[in-house]
RNA sequence: UCCCCGAUAGCUCAAUGGUAGAGCGGCCGGCUGUUAACCGGUAGGUUGUAGGUUCGAGUCCUACUCGGGGAGCCA
């Protein structure tokens, strides 16, 4: 019996085959058997039906536990009903391990709970929907660049004291020596860039920073390319490709994933060149102008009416529920409704808190500051496609960026922020490539400058124009899936303080 | 580092300071089309830890531990 796959079943509707997987759900009624198996590719409803053919493993079907391991064969029949759109009437049963007390059931499970089984947590269909988004992803990081020239240039993950200054980094004992964990390959691409003229860099990095939020990991992955003879436009003109084209493929490639999702694929449409170009100066002046006051008026207004309705639908919902006379499922909708809502009313109440300090915030904002996460949110939310930040203070930027030439309290550097408020994906610059310049701006940052000489060697050597910038791969695949959390994103997160499993 | 919230059965949650409960999951039984199936039965607890207040603490107070969210910092 040929062994297939359940995403290939519309190829081998009326056919007997044989899958092979695991039982994510199973409910008897009797003398029927119904088996939902995944084997990785999706799901399949596979019916035992009591009879002299099923009599050897009917018995034993009906005690299977949740992700037991099995295969089943079967003739395939097209059902529009069922989950897959395919349907098994089972004539073979083998069954390779009896699973007992899978601890992840189809009821709500709380995410301290679901962390602590990660192992397991990613066999279930919304983890699994969003991985198979994440595989395309990467690949898309890496077909883009290499169809479009670039060289991939593996940095070290072992980093010397030096890198860009202030960050936590973890500390490693190399060899009696401390040596710390990359927070970024970007100044090895730069000599790679010297070598190759396009190149890239793809792999975890690690940040130290004591942030529990729902935007930071601690080990994340990030592609950084770099290009020679680029200046800053150069550099935004590859970045708003590349994000056009990676939103293209995962439309494409995962439209069903994205469904089940719930991500309102419309709304990723709308990201198509060109997207908003505006400096840090322009930035300021949105957030201290009226657009930015009514934008955060309006949202408190509103927050406000709605964490009204979400208290009283939550006190009504908590009446219902303690009534006498309901239904099963009438109750599991309650429960389900009220923990939502739950949810919602303590994001509304952080929001309603907030908003003021926000309203402050960019009222007062400092036009030679760095913009805040809910500056970020605010100029994100005032326009309908990504928007490119150019030209930050030089104080608040690393001591590589390249200095504008038409106002030195500048650098030529761009941060890119997603839409709906998903904060900033991308940070890139235009590099110094003036040694004196360079080496100015090092000892301003109070840096040494003898870790560096190798860094210096690039100025020295063939000193070029050149810039590149750096792409999170979680919070990007956040905004793509529509994820409230950054946790969801890779296989098994690492925050701080959680490493298990 | 700071601020807010939380911890009760394997899981999700109840319990005006007064006898610790329900549903799911497990186990046993019933049902030929179920979709988080349904119906009946059954086992399951040192209420995060340590103190304190009280005739009496899951409930009040203090400290700690762990977790969630946010600020700062960042991708």
């Not at 994906?425 to 590099?431: F, L, N």
């Amino acid at each position: 019996m040929p062994v297939v796959t359940i995403s290939q079943l519309s190829k081998h509707v009326g056919q007997e085959v044989t899958l092979q997987g695991w039982l994510y759900h199973r409910r008897d009624s009797g003398k029927l058997i119904f088996l939902v198996i995944r084997d990785g590719s999706g799901l399949c409803q596979c019916v035992v039906a009591k009879g002299p053919e099923t009599d050897a493993f009917f018995e034993e079907c009906k005690r299977l536990g949740q992700e037991s391991s099995l295969r089943v064969t079967g003739a395939v029949r097209a059902d529009p009903k069922q989950v897959g759109g395919h349907e098994l009437t089972v004539s073979g049963v083998e069954i390779i391990h009896k699973s007992e007390n899978y601890p992840i059931t189809n009821k709500p499970h709380g995410i301290d709970f679901l962390m602590k089984n990660r192992h397991l947590h990613f066999r279930s269909r919304r983890q699994w929907a969003i991985l198979k988004v994440r595989a395309t992803l990467v690949d898309e990081i890496r077909g883009y660049f290499n169809r479009n020239g670039y060289t991939l240039i593996d940095t070290p993950i072992f980093a010397p004291a030096a890198g860009e200054g202030s960050q936590t980094l973890f500390s490693v004992d190399y060899f009696g020596e401390p040596v710390y964990l990359a927070q970024t390959g970007q100044l090895y691409v730069e000599a790679g860039c010297m070598a190759f003229g396009k190149v890239y860099c793809f792999g975890p990095t690690f940040r130290a920073e004591k942030s529990k939020t729902r935007r930071h990991l601690t080990e994340f992955w990030m592609v950084e390319p770099e290009i020679a003879y680029a200046d800053l436009n150069d550099v935004i003109g590859v970045a708003e490709d590349f994000i056009c084209s990676i939103v293209q493929r995962v439309i494409r490639d995962n439209r069903a994933e994205l469904e089940f999702l719930g991500r309102d694929i419309a709304r990723l449409e709308t990201v198509q060149k060109p997207f908003h170009r505006i400096t840090h100066k322009q930035a300021a002046e949105i957030l201290r102008g009226p657009k930015a006051r009514e934008l955060l008026d309006r949202d408190l207004t509103t927050k406000k009416a709605r964490l009204d309705e979400v208290t009283k639908l939550i006190g009504e919902k908590e009446t219902q529920e303690k009534g006498q006379g309901l239904k099963e499922w009438q109750r599991d909708k309650l429960v389900a409704e009220l923990a939502d809502l739950r949810e919602e009313k303590d994001d509304l109440d952080t929001d309603v808190r907030n908003i003021p300090q926000h309203i402050e915030l960019a009222a007062n904002f400092d036009p030679d500051g760095d913009l805040g996460g809910s500056d970020e949110t605010i100029i994100s939310r005032l326009h309908d496609r990504p928007v490119f930040v150019t030209h930050y203070p030089k104080d608040c930027k690393a001591f590589y960026m390249k200095q504008n030439k038409d106002d030195s309290s500048r650098v030529n550097n761009v941060d890119m922020l997603a839409p709906d408020g998903y904060g900033e994906i991308i940070g890139g610059s235009q590099r110094e490539d003036n040694l004196d310049v360079l080496l100015h701006r090092l000892h301003e940052e109070g840096l040494n400058e003898a870790d560096y000489e190798w860094y210096l060697d690039l100025r020295r050597y063939g000193s070029v124009p050149h810039g590149g910038f750096g792409l999170g791969v979680e919070r990007t695949l956040a905004w793509l899936c529509g994820l409230k959390h950054i946790r969801e994103t890779i296989p098994f997160p690492r925050m701080m303080g959680k490493f298990y499993p």
